[in-house]
């Protein structure tokens, strides 16, 4: 088949965009929805004939509502469409072991989100409606190949239809199964964790919290109810045994979810009206290489892990919104190509972790051993005491400790003016900032443009120094000229500053209030912060670093100036 119109058969028809995104689960959505925010001519096609009606994943955490937030409210229609959990509990029989509190100051979404992914894919996809482009379902790409500047891609219908795409990035969300990945040839390399599982999304009877997600841990392994929706209405996730084989066990029955909570000392809990029953087992893989040319694989396609955690759809999501960001910048002509491997160097590594740290909890969970289980109740319940504990725990579940330090993306992380509280690479900690014109309150996260680069001015903490944000503005003047399509500045005065004016009418300026983003950020100094459109650090430096600041985003951006 060729794309010549003269030997093309009757029933083929040829198009072009941008962007051709396949799959149309969450991490597809978001790749949708983030492309064409940033100005990509997309589609997204899904070979099922309608979107899941399953609770499937069930939580969204921390960082991916942040990230949300740059295309729309999140609190209006995720928020309503599910309920949070303030904390996580783990048991021993009666024994309350741990306790948990979802508390952070630095995010605005530190507690758990539970909602079920068919309402998340829903309102997904009325995001992406509302910028035109919508899901077109059972069509299946059937073939790829590139072709020198762009992929060429034949997508399928159920006539027997079929249609030549030219696009100029292919995106592969196509979960586990993936067809993108199986025609690039990219492995898929792992292994299944050796029990069967059952899911049962029911309502229950008995004494259990609506608030938290909570967790037993018993002789024969874990049971764990999360919270949805109506008040008695739960997930409960449990190991029923070794697996006989690696292929899907049967889905259970009513009877034998309840059967399990029996067997486990908690038949106070009565389960009725199942909503959706699934055996299951898990597997644990991922690529080599996230990207191959001009396709690249996100989400389930890459990887896949335990459910511990609830980290799947998270992980894949933000796989999502750390592509996005760089397509865009690259398919306008502002960045090198280079930068699209950052893609794989920042999210490989991170599906390295999250594969690791579900594995490493699901088989705690479900140790056999008696004595090795003594002990992992004695440590938990110990060291859980601790605040360093649980906010170490917080930030691992909502994914806000993510970070990329060892990425070609984080610059400097020197000078004077900082203590290390941040390196370059870590999530910009949000706070409470004040407008210098009307006094309003503002989050420091809502001033971010997810469009570009941001660089924060921030003089040192001693206020009525006019002149310490005039010095930064003049040693980073020539960066943002050289870079002006792609790096806006905020200036961050500390409270008591009068200096606002001396930014320039192409700085924006707030006031630090509060002192939160000094204390967070760990400034001691005359700093200046490059935060990239997703929200990381990508470059740390004092009143000094101009040249270098320069030098750092030569290596990607595109100077236009």
Not at 436 to 451: A, C, T
């Amino acid at each position: 088949m060729t794309n010549s119109d003269a030997s093309r058969p009757a029933d083929v028809t040829s198009s072009s965009c941008d962007a051709l995104v396949v799959g149309a689960g969450p991490v597809g959505l978001t790749m949708a929805l983030e492309l064409s925010r940033l100005g990509l001519a997309c589609r997204i096609i899904d070979k099922a004939a309608a979107p899941t009606d399953k609770s499937k994943a069930l939580v969204l955490w921390g960082r991916t509502l942040e990230l949300l937030e740059a295309s729309g409210d999140v609190r209006q229609d995720f928020f309503a469409a599910g309920r949070t959990a303030a904390c996580i509990s783990i048991y021993s029989g009666d024994r309350r072991l741990v306790h948990v509190p979802f508390h952070r100051d630095d995010t605005a979404y530190a507690q758990a989100l539970m909602i079920p992914q068919s309402a998340t894919e829903r309102i997904l996809a009325e995001r992406v409606a509302a910028r035109g482009v919508h899901v077109e379902r059972q069509v299946e790409l059937v073939e790829m190949a590139e072709r020198g500047d762009h992929v060429w891609a034949v997508l399928q219908r159920p006539d027997g239809s079929r249609e030549e795409v030219r696009c100029r990035w292919l995106l592969g969300c196509d979960g586990a199964h993936s067809t993108c990945r199986k025609q690039l040839g990219i492995e898929f390399a792992g292994k299944f964790e050796p029990n069967d599982w059952i899911l049962a999304d029911v309502h229950i009877e008995g004494p259990l919290s609506h608030d938290e997600v909570t967790l037993y841990w018993h002789t024969l392994g874990l049971v764990a109810f999360f919270p949805i929706g109506t008040e008695d209405r739960f997930r409960i996730v449990t190991n029923v045994g070794l697996a006989e084989s690696q292929d899907k066990p049967a889905d259970p029955t009513l009877e034998e979810a309840q059967t399990e909570l029996d067997r486990r000392g908690l038949s106070q809990f009565r389960v009725h009206d199942p909503v959706w029953l699934a055996g299951f087992r898990i597997h644990e893989r991922k690529v080599n290489e996230y990207f191959r040319g001009r396709v690249f694989l996100a989400g389930d396609a890459a990887h896949i892990h335990s459910p511990a955690g609830g980290q799947g759809m998270n992980t894949g999501m933000q796989d999502a919104f750390n592509l996005a960001w760089k397509l865009a910048l690259v398919h306008r002509g502002l960045a090198k190509e280079s930068l699209l491997a950052t893609y794989h160097a920042e999210r490989n590594a991170v599906g390295e972790m999250v594969l690791s740290n579900a594995g490493k909890m699901t088989r705690l969970a479900t140790m056999r051993n008696p004595l090795l289980q003594f002990i992992r109740n004695q440590v938990f319940e110990f060291a859980t005491q601790f605040d360093v504990v649980q906010q170490r725990a917080i930030a691992t579940l909502t994914e806000l400790a993510i970070s990329y330090p060892d990425s070609p993306l984080s610059g400097a992380s020197a000078g004077r003016a900082w203590s290390g509280a941040v390196e370059a690479g870590d999530r910009l900690p949000d706070a409470i900032v004040k407008r210098v014109d009307s006094g309003q309150e503002i989050r420091l996260h809502s001033l971010m443009d997810r469009n570009s680069h941001v660089l924060l001015l921030l003089p040192g903490s001693e206020a009525g120094d006019g002149d310490a944000l005039q010095r930064l503005r003049s040693e980073v003047e020539p960066v943002l000229k050289r870079f002006a399509a792609q790096v806006l500045a905020i200036a961050i005065l500390p409270d008591g500053d009068d200096s606002g004016s001396a930014a320039g009418t192409e700085t924006s300026t707030v006031i630090d209030h509060r002192g939160e983003v000094r204390i967070r950020l760990g400034l001691r100094g005359d700093a200046v912060a490059l935060v990239r459109p997703d929200g990381y650090l990508g470059f740390l430096g004092d009143d000094r670093s101009g040249a270098v600041l320069a030098t750092h985003l030569e290596k990607y951006l595109v100077p236009v100036g």
